[in-house]
């Protein structure tokens, strides 16, 4: 599967299980799901689907108050476990079978804070030993490019369109994760589900 990127990043055909990291948000966990949880427990907004979630940033595309939408994120950042956080499907065990092939499972996030969500990916990950699974924190999305190529990642998974384009134009390979927020025509390869990028790492 040779993919055409954007500035002539050519896909590989398979990448290595150590050149593939992945976003946490949209990509492993259904942060959104659980912000229409919040918003319905804890706020009274049982209105919510997530297909009404068209654009990253909530405040442009729901009816809902800027305050409560900041306060609902920051009840999802801090306590994954109390607004019962959910992973993608197929996540937990595509990962589990990816551990068995690497060193290392790379995250890197825009969250601000780290040991939250990296608690909940141990608990999520329970074959895995909790050293292998390596989470970082940027607290911004221009900071992962830099991060990524540090780290001599080739391909990263992603749901944000925005840090796809900053991504290739550093000569990261960009995979979309297909959500309702990121749907408008792209060059980048898109993928719906963890089976689909399975397909994309050499696993012996």
């Known amino acids: 599967m040779l993919n ?7 896909f590989p055909q398979r990448v290595e299980p150590d050149q593939i990291a992945f976003d946490i ?26 297909e009404q979630i068209t654009d990253y940033w909530l405040e442009k595309c729901l009816p809902i108050p800027e305050e409560t939408i900041l306060a609902i994120i920051d009840r999802l950042l801090k306590d994954p476990f109390g607004v019962d956080l959910m992973p993608i499907k197929g996540a937990k065990q595509s990962l589990e079978r990816l551990a068995a092939h690497s060193d ?7 969250r601000p ?3 939250p969500i990296l608690d909940w990916l141990v608990s999520l990950l329970e074959g895995v ?22 780290l001599g990642i080739k391909i990263f998974v992603e749901d944000h369109l925005e840090t796809c384009e900053a991504l290739c134009s550093n000569g990261i390979g960009a995979v979309v ?23 994309l790492i050499k696993l012996t």
């Open 25 to 50: 948000d949209g990509v492993v966990a259904d942060t959104m799901g659980a912000f229409i949880k919040v918003a319905s427990a804890e706020f009274g907004i049982d209105y919510l689907q997530k």
């Open 113 to 115: 804070i780290r040991q």
């Open 104 to 110: 290392s499972l790379t995250f890197v996030t825009a």
């Open 4 to 10: 055409t990127m954007k500035n002539s990043f050519v």
């Open 129 to 150: 030993p909790r050293e292998m699974i390596n989470v970082i924190a940027t607290g911004q999305h221009k900071a992962k490019p830099e991060i990524l190529g540090g």
């Open 177 to 199: 994760f297909d959500q309702p927020w990121n749907r408008q025509r792209t060059p980048f390869l898109r993928v719906s589900s963890w089976q689909e990028i399975m397909q």
